[in-house]
Structures are given as structure tokens and as C-alpha cells.
């Protein structure tokens, strides 16, 4: 049987419940009946001492008769529950509150001792085969003119205390009892707080290493294990989110590099059977040399994209004139500006405005973001690259008049593989990625980039970078 946690729990349980019921049945009745022994000891060596000064010595000294005495001495041995004696120091027996007083009637205990109790003031057996049960007896010497006369002896029988122990033990045996339900609670609260959630929690657990990432499950705490429970629930959520990422990662990689080829495969197939004649050859090989340009452009992107992705990615950051890399980016594109038509218009602060950041990177970033704006606009329109300082910052803006984003695509653009609807028509050379690569840069260096698109009017992206300390020297 597998050992759980519960079977532990309950087995500490009875394990504490089993220990605590011998220690109470083997130590608590000695150490009940001894302290019982005791004080009665005590109480009834007092009495014997009171009557040894009182009602005894008179007796010696002849001011009280021995009937005054007796009968003294029997209320207080009824009152006492024992039986009260005077004892010569011989053995000789003087008054016995048991038996009436009998003068003819010697009676002596033999092989009386006084030493009995031996530096104790009580004894415990049949007092020199006196009695014939355990009977307690203490002895208290009757002196008059520094000499022994006698002892007043009280024996208590032991039965008596016995049966006082014994009530007394019972009570204790129903608090044990008492006690060990009521911890039944902390077993029933171990159950509910911390058994029940963690079955759960396990059971879940189960289920994600079988690999079931959408298993939901629900503890309502708000301690520890509620903690643990949620944090589970949100790993899980994670990696499924993550794996579904993935896979939809791969199916587009490979939907994306299979077209090109399956295009480079069927032109090249119809030239080496002929359908495509030689003297068409050329327009095909522009083709497909075309369809490996994209493949090299998918390729690349995805690389850029993996090393973004790898975790500490350094920036290998610099103060760097930014108005001279939105130049320089933006005459790289100046063959395809002319043969649109468009205009790239800049209205850049200052004549040099240093920023912090990655040079390499942000190149990047106007680069994919410079190629949109041209891809997506129309012939004889006009690009406008801006430039402001705000708070220590520098925000960049690249706008354009071109088709637009759709308010409902605005969000997925980030998101890598994205084309909208609209530009498919527009872009078929687009991978979808120039945008997750400028966010991964813009994130990285702990800046935000947002858009503001309206359909068919236009589209304009903003990212912020920070502002150098250098712009201030020069100053
Ligand atoms: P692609 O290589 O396809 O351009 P991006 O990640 O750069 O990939 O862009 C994703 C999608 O966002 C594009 O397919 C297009 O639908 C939309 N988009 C990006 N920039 C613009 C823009 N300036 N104007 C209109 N749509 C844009």
C-alpha cells in the first residue's frame, strides 16, 4: 500500500494516542496513590500528635479517666475513618476504639516496635500480624517528664485509599479519553486544510507530467497551499500557452518555407520537362532566384529572432547620433522610394541628437519599420519621420498614408507570423516577423513602442529610447 500522507498523520495519531495511554495508566496511578498515601499520612500523624499532648498525656498523668478518653476518641476515630489506639511502649494494648475497654482483658501485640515506621512517620503492612489486611498506621509518642509513656497509633485501612485513588484515576482516564476526541479535530482540520488540497494539488501534478497542460483544478485557500495551488495553475497555463505558441510557431515556419519552395520546385520541374521553353527561362529563373531571396530573409529574421530570444541577450549599447541612423536607413531605401513615387519627409530635433541604445539593433528597428511604411503605401505619397524630445527621452515616429491596420489586427501585429488580411494582397513576400523582432529590441532595452492606425488612411509607429548624457556636454 502506497504510504500517504494521511496514513502517516493518522498513524502519528493513534501512535500519540496509545503512548499517552500507557504513560497516564502506568505512571499517574503510583504517583496518585503515593501522593494520596502521603497526605493522609500527614493529616492522620497530626491527629496523633494532637492526641498524644491532649487527651493521652492526661490519661498518663491520671487527669482524665480512660472512658473519657474512649469515648473522645471514638467520635474522632469515626470522624477520621480509622481506628485509634494507645499502646504501651511493652505492647501492651490500652484503648482500642474498635473494642469496648475490657481491664480483665489484657491484650498485647507482640514484637512491638515503635522503630517500625523507621524515620518515616507512617507504615504501611498488617501492623505485627494485627490485622489481616494493608492497613496505614502512624505513631506518635505520649511523653510526659522526658520519658515515653505510650504511643497514640492511628491505622487508616488501606482499602479506603485505595478506593479514593481509584475515583481519582477514573477521572483521569475520561479526561484522556475527553482529550484524545477533541484532538480528532485537529485530524479533521488536517483533512480539510491540508489533505484535500494537496490530493488535488498531486493529482494535478499528475496530470501536467502526462502531459494534460489544460487540467484545471481549484483550491479555495488563501494560505500557503492556496498559494502553491494558484502558482501550479499558472505554470500550467504557461506552458500550455507556450506549447500551443510553438506549435503554431513550427506549422507557420513550415507553411512559410514550404510555399517558396513548393514554387522553385514546380518551375524548376517545368523547365527540365520542357513545359517552359528555354527562351523563357530567364523570367522563371528571376522567379525563382526571387523565392530564395525570401527564403534567405525568412531565414535570416528567425535567427535575429532566436538570438533576441535568448535570455541575458547583452545590448551592446552606445551613445549614438540617431538623426544620422534614420538618414543613413533612410536612404538605403531610396531605389525603392523611387519607384513608388514616395517621399520620405524628416523633421528631426536638433541637428544631432545622441541617444543610449544598441546602435546595430535600432538600425534594425527603423529598417523593418522604414520597409513597412514603403511596402504598405501607395505610389505618390509621402513618408514622415519624426523626431521628439519628452521627459528625458527621445520618441521616434515613422508615418505613413498608406492601407492601414484594422483596430481588431492593432493587437496581433506583435505577434510573430502576423499578416492582416489586408496587406496579404499588398505583401507577398512578407515573413510576419519585422515586427516581433523591432518589439523584442524596443522590450530589450526597456522601452515601449505603440501604433496608431486608421484603415485606409494610414499608420504611424512610436517607440521611445533613452536620452543620452552626451547631448547635454555638448551643450
Ligand atoms: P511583414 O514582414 O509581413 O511586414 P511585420 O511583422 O513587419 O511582417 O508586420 C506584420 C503585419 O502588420 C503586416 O503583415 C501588416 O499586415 C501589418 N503592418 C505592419 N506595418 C504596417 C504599416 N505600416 N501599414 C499597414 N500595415 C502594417
Known amino acids: 500500500m502506497r504510504k500517504t500522507l494521511y496514513l502517516k498523520f493518522v498513524l502519528a495519531y493513534f501512535i500519540f494516542g496509545v503512548f499517552g495511554f500507557i504513560i497516564v495508566t502506568t505512571f499517574v496511578p503510583n504517583m496518585t496513590k503515593e501522593q494520596l498515601i502521603r497526605e493522609k499520612a500527614e493529616n492522620l500523624y497530626y491527629e496523633a500528635t494532637l492526641i498524644a499532648g491532649t487527651y493521652a498525656s492526661g490519661l498518663y498523668t491520671s487527669e482524665t479517666s480512660l472512658e473519657t478518653v474512649k469515648v473522645q476518641l ?6 477520621l475513618n480509622s481506628t485509634i489506639r494507645i ?14 475497654i475490657n481491664v480483665e482483658d489484657i491484650v498485647v501485640i507482640d514484637n512491638f516496635d515503635p522503630t517500625i515506621t523507621s524515620g518515616s512517620y507512617y507504615t504501611i503492612g498488617n501492623f505485627f500480624g494485627n490485622f489481616d489486611r494493608d492497613v496505614l498506621s502512624v505513631l506518635a509518642p505520649i511523653t510526659s517528664n522526658y520519658m515515653v509513656k505510650g504511643y497514640v497509633v492511628i491505622h487508616c485501612d488501606m482499602a479506603d485509599i485505595e478506593e ?12 484522556l479519553v475527553i482529550l484524545f476526541l477533541l484532538s480528532l479535530i485537529i485530524l479533521i482540520f488536517f483533512t480539510e486544510i491540508v489533505y484535500i488540497p494537496l490530493r488535488k494539488i498531486t ?15 481549484q483550491v479555495d485557500s488563501e ?31 513550415s507553411h512559410d518555407f514550404r510555399s517558396p519552395l513548393t514554387s522553385i520546385r514546380g518551375y524548376l520541374e517545368a523547365m527540365i520537362d520542357g513545359t517552359v521553353p528555354p527562351e523563357m527561362y530567364d523570367k522563371y529563373l528571376k522567379i525563382v532566384l526571387n523565392e530564395t531571396e525570401r527564403l534567405t530573409k525568412l531565414t535570416n529574421s528567425l535567427l ?21 541612423v534614420i538618414r543613413e ?17 524628416m523633421v528631426l530635433t536638433g541637428d544631432i541628437m ?10 534594425q528597428v527603423l529598417y523593418n519599420l522604414m520597409e513597412n511604411a514603403i511596402k504598405f503605401s501607395h505610389h505618390n505619397s509621402v513618408i514622415k519621420i519624426e523626431t521628439a524630445e519628452k521627459r528625458n527621452k527621445l520618441f521616434v515616429s515613422v508615418k505613413d498614408t498608406g492601407i492601414g491596420i484594422p483596430k481588431e489586427d492593432l493587437k496581433l501585429i506583435w505577434d510573430r507570423f502576423y499578416k492582416s488580411d489586408l496587406s496579404r494582397g499588398k505583401d507577398k513576400r512578407g515573413t510576419g516577423l519585422g515586427l516581433s523582432i523591432v518589439k523584442e529590441i524596443i522590450s530589450s532595452h526597456g522601452e515601449h513602442i505603440n501604433v496608431i492606425s486608421t484603415p485606409g488612411e494610414g499608420s504611424e509607429f512610436i517607440f521611445s529610447l533613452a536620452h543620452s548624457n552626451k547631448n547635454d556636454e555638448e551643450d
Open 74 to 79: 471514638d467520635s474522632l476515630a469515626v470522624y
Open 87 to 100: 499502646i504501651n511502649p511493652s505492647g501492651r494494648l490500652v484503648l482500642d476504639t474498635n473494642t469496648p
Open 164 to 175: 479514593s485513588c481509584n475515583s481519582l484515576l477514573n477521572i483521569s482516564y475520561i479526561t
Open 203 to 217: 493529482h494535478a501534478t499528475e496530470q501536467y507530467a502526462a502531459g494534460n497542460m489544460h487540467y484545471e483544478f
Open 223 to 253: 494560505d500557503e497551499i492556496g498559494y502553491l495551488a494558484a502558482c501550479l495553475n499558472y505554470m500550467a497555463n504557461e506552458i500550455a500557452r507556450s506549447e500551443d505558441d510553438q506549435k503554431k510557431f513550427v506549422a507557420n515556419v
Open 304 to 324: 535575429t529572432l532566436n538570438n533576441l530570444n535568448t535570455k541575458g541577450m547583452l545590448l551592446d549599447r552606445t551613445d549614438f547620433d540617431i538623426n544620422k
Open 329 to 345: 536607413t533612410a536612404a538605403s531605401f531610396e531605389g525603392t522610394c523611387r519607384q513608388k513615387n514616395i517621399a520620405i519627409e
Open 354 to 363: 545622441y541617444v543610449n541604445a544598441d546602435m546595430g539593433k535600432i538600425q
